[in-house]
């Protein structure tokens, strides 16, 4: 067993498990600011009524995403140690400023809400709604400044320590912009709207069908529809085609495996689908937009575009051979011959930097990536297709009847947490083998003393507990479900359906 793939493994599983609730936080924070802002403006029951069932849905999911995010900070210590050495005076102040500023204030103030809400005066209730929104905004880009900055690194020089090379900054808000944050933090947050829209609308429209809290589903839902339609342009652009070019420029690689992309073209097609054939290098049955790859990284229709050998080439000669940041020659052999010998090549190989080469173009995982980027892209512009058609009814006075259209939303729910997956998957497994671009890969970045037994269990024992805690979740939600908004006076759909058994007992 090897101790750096179960590390991954278990990272893998535990961000993509927190990443449930992370979006759903944000974007129903969003959502509920709206509601309750709906609330104060109209003044009218049903949607003070919206806006209170709604923040119940929020504080369920802060609830679960607490734990599950806190796992990976043991993570960087106990499984990647020497990545933390090397990194950890980089990444560590987002996560402290995090914690003490962005979740403090967020924490704080759903506490207000959630308990306040039929105490409070309304006016204090939307400036709780408001901050917490905030609060989530803040926290996200604490952790996107962190996680941009391994991206794309900036504003740092490499010195040598007792404990060995060693990252620190040079100017810190250079290093807080770097050149992927912007949009990598406005594609993120956006993405958390658009499923904090899409869990309104779909509650919204199963009340709908069940015929049940009739006046709250609708504005809720005409709310809902809105951001969601909004949102999911947003997505494509601007937010997600500048991530693109910042990637095409920072990460060649990854924008190679992300588009099956194995030899370097000028005037590069966009495949939109396609059978990957990792042994021959091709992308088999293809389905083609010519220049389109080269106008949309580069903005010129005749761009060249690296393959994936020439990308990987480039990242090794350019990017970590030149990399001007480190303090001395001596420091920069230290790292350079780090990164070979964790690979088993010999420094003084005369072919050890083509080696290299090729370890990072093997690193890739050319399939897996350039199906989940369609997979992400597919749902995105699925998304508009539905946002755009939802809005459209609802200018045509249709979209509370229309029951085929309801359906639709009720059934693709789980759709905005898969694209969001397949995202993430993407972006973290389009830098490997790198933790930090160009300086610690995987292999250099895992603690020395771990063990793989260790890992597994640790990781058996992760998969147990979040199988209790989602089953727990879904409690919850059904819960939720069941019992609906609180009535509004003189609707008469609006009373709670008993609890059913489904297991042949009560409840």
């Known amino acids: 067993m090897d101790p750096v793939l179960l590390s991954r493994i278990q990272f893998a599983l535990t961000a993509g498990y927190h990443w449930i609730f992370v979006p759903a936080s944000i974007g129903m924070a969003f959502m509920v600011f709206l509601l309750w802002t709906m609330a104060a403006i109209t ?37 990647w ?63 996107l400044i962190a996680n941009s900055w391994q991206q794309t690194p900036t504003a740092y020089i490499i010195k040598d320590t007792p404990l060995g090379p060693r990252a620190e900054l040079t100017d810190f808000m250079k290093a807080v912009f770097n050149p992927l944050l912007v949009s990598q933090y406005t594609h993120t947050i956006n993405s958390a709207i658009l499923t904090g829209a899409y869990i309104v609308v779909a509650v919204s429209a199963y009340y709908l069908l069940k015929k049940r809290h009739v006046q709250v589903a609708r504005s809720a ?182 029951r085929w259209f309801l359906k639709v939303l009720v059934v693709t729910i789980p759709l905005p947490w898969l694209a969001g997956e397949a995202g993430w998957f993407t972006h973290e497994v389009g830098r490997m083998p790198w933790m930090v671009w160009g300086m610690v890969t995987t292999n250099t970045g895992i603690s020395p003393n771990v063990s793989a037994t260790s890992v597994l269990i640790t990781l058996i ?9 989602f089953y727990i979740w879904l409690h919850f939600v059904r819960k939720l479900i069941r019992e609906g908004p609180e009535p509004v006076e003189g609707d008469v759909t609006a009373k709670p359906v008993p609890a059913v058994s489904t297991a042949g007992g009560g409840q």
């Not at 679960?64 to 499984?79: H, Q, R, S, W």
């Not at 506490?111 to 306040?116: D, E, I, K």
């Not at 992760?462 to 199988?467: E, L, M």
């Open 221 to 402: 839902l005409a709310l809902g529809i809105v951001v969601l339609a909004i949102s999911s342009v947003i997505q494509l652009y601007p937010t997600g085609h500048e991530e693109g070019m910042v990637i095409a420029k920072y990460q060649p690689t990854k924008l190679a495996a992300d588009e099956g992309l194995f030899h370097t073209e000028k005037g590069a097609p966009m495949v939109v689908f396609g059978i990957v054939d990792e042994k021959n290098q091709q992308v088999k049955y293809a389905i083609e937009i010519p220049k389109l790859l080269s106008w949309l990284a580069f903005g010129d229709w005749n761009a060249q575009v690296l393959g994936l050998h020439d990308a990987a080439k480039y990242v090794w000669y350019e990017q970590v051979l030149n990399n001007p940041n480190y303090e001395n020659e001596q420091v920069k052999k230290q790292v350079i011959d780090s990164l070979m010998q964790a690979y088993g090549i010999d420094p003084n190989d005369p072919q050890a930097n083509e080696k290299m080469v090729k370890v990072l173009e093997d690193a890739l995982p050319v399939a897996f990536m350039f199906y989940a980027y369609r997979v992400m892209v597919g749902l995105g512009t699925l998304f508009i297709a539905i946002g755009g058609i939802g809005v459209l009814l609802l200018l045509l006075g249709k979209l509370y009847d229309a």
């Open 43 to 79: 003044n009218e029951e049903q949607w003070h009524k919206a806006a209170k069932f709604f923040s119940k849905w929020l504080g369920v999911f802060f609830v679960l995403g607490v734990p599950t995010g806190i796992v990976m900070e043991f993570e960087f210590g106990a499984n």
């Open 81 to 143: 140690a020497n990545y933390s050495v090397f990194v950890g005076s980089i990444f560590g102040p987002p996560l402290m400023l995090e914690g003490l500023f962005a979740f403090a204030l967020e924490s704080t103030f759903l506490g207000v809400l959630l308990f306040g809400m039929d105490r409070l005066p309304r006016a204090i209730t939307w400036i709780s709604s408001f901050f917490v929104f905030i609060g989530s905004s803040l926290s996200g880009l604490w952790i």
């Open 461 to 469: 024992a992760f998969v147990v507990v979040y199988s209790i805690l």
